[in-house]
């Protein structure tokens, strides 16, 4: 098959055979990314009978040369966040528009943010041009009418940060957060790899794998929350990045973060939106119930000391940042 001819594929893959990396791709043809996460999209057409014959692999090389052909759609957004805080019902609102791209939490931006770790003598600047040329396609058009890319990142890539933000510098940014407490209970209630001990590398910069492994579990899950909120509070002030609670939402989907991030939404959209925030963001089919009372009685004695250990003073001055 030729390497000429990327149109319709979509990188879902990073794998690293030497020092640099190449790309597995997956066959979408105009199908938008409309699931609540890039990686339930790619779930499914990875095992169409089409994708299971034909699996199709690239060097970086052939992205740099796809991107110097079709640069794909342009920036509008990035959205990190502190995990189970309501950043999945903002990507489903946006990705609501057809006119917007919407990435959410895509494994190969993910594993490229990480490339320090496969590639540790690689120079930033080399990094960088991975980076750009991995969401350029990405962001190739996909319905025909999307005209700005939205991307929310993975927790744990809050760290990567200052890498991300000199790779795209004029892209306007937002970290969202939730209540501690709040957030433990829903991670207590399943635990995500990035709050596994050992897992990704997401290791904290104060403890060694072995102690990691050894710690209680709700205690490293605290550990960590805390050290993704210290290190979005070290990147305020920013004129393009903006603080979101929880607590906002969904008003300011259609309030504040579209401001943020240019968009003017008309009366009829924000009625769309606000039937659409209804739903359950992570489960569509079902209707959305408030859950923050029920999480703040679920938690024990024992895990609200791991939030004000090591979570609550990073979060209380988010929130005076927040309210400057």
């Known amino acids: 098959m030729s390497e000429q001819g ?8 990073i794998f690293w055979p030497g020092p640099e990396p190449w790309v597995e791709w997956c066959y979408l043809g105009s199908r938008r990314f409309t699931d609540p996460f890039f990686a339930t999209t790619m779930h499914f057409e990875v095992a169409t009978p089409f994708n299971t014959l034909f699996r199709r692999h690239t060097p970086m090389s052939e992205l740099a040369r796809w991107r110097g052909e079709s640069p794909g759609i342009e920036p509008g957004g990035f959205i990190f966040h502190m995990s189970r805080c309501g950043s999945t019902l903002i990507t489903r609102l946006l990705a609501a528009s057809p006119e917007h791209l919407v990435l959410s939490e895509p494994e190969p ?7 320090h770790l496969r590639a540790p003598a690689a120079p930033v600047e080399q ?16 319905g025909g009418a999307e005209r700005r890319r939205f991307v929310k990142f993975d927790p744990w890539d809050v760290f990567m940060l200052p890498l991300l933000l000199q790779a795209f510098p004029r892209v306007p940014w937002l970290f969202v957060y939730r209540d501690p407490v709040e957030v433990l209970v ?3 209630r399943g635990t995500p790899i990035f709050l596994s001990p050992g897992m990704l590398g ?36 920013d004129p393009l990045g903006m603080l979101v609670n929880y607590s906002e939402l969904p008003g300011a989907i259609w309030g504040r973060i579209g401001r943020h991030f240019g968009l003017d939404f008309t009366d009829a959209e924000i009625e769309r939106l606000r039937q659409a925030a209804e739903a359950d963001a992570k489960n569509p089919g079902r ?38």
């Open 202 to 237: 997401a290791e904290l910069p104060d403890l060694d794998p072995a102690q990691a492994v050894a710690m209680d579990p709700d205690e490293f899950a605290a550990r960590m929350l805390g050290a993704i909120l210290r290190h979005a509070v070290s990147r305020f002030p």
């Open 109 to 115: 931006l993910h594993a490229m943010a990480r490339s």
């Open 127 to 142: 990094r960088i041009e991975w980076l750009r040329c991995l969401l350029s396609a990405l962001a190739q058009p996909r």
């Open 287 to 324: 209707k959305f119930a408030p859950d923050s009372e029920s999480k703040r009685r679920e938690a024990s004695p024992h895990t609200r000391a791991l939030a004000d250990a090591w979570m609550l003073e990073a979060y209380t001055t988010l929130e005076a940042v927040r309210h400057l």
């Open 186 to 188: 829903s991670n207590q």
């Open 6 to 13: 990327l149109d319709g594929w979509v990188p879902f893959r």
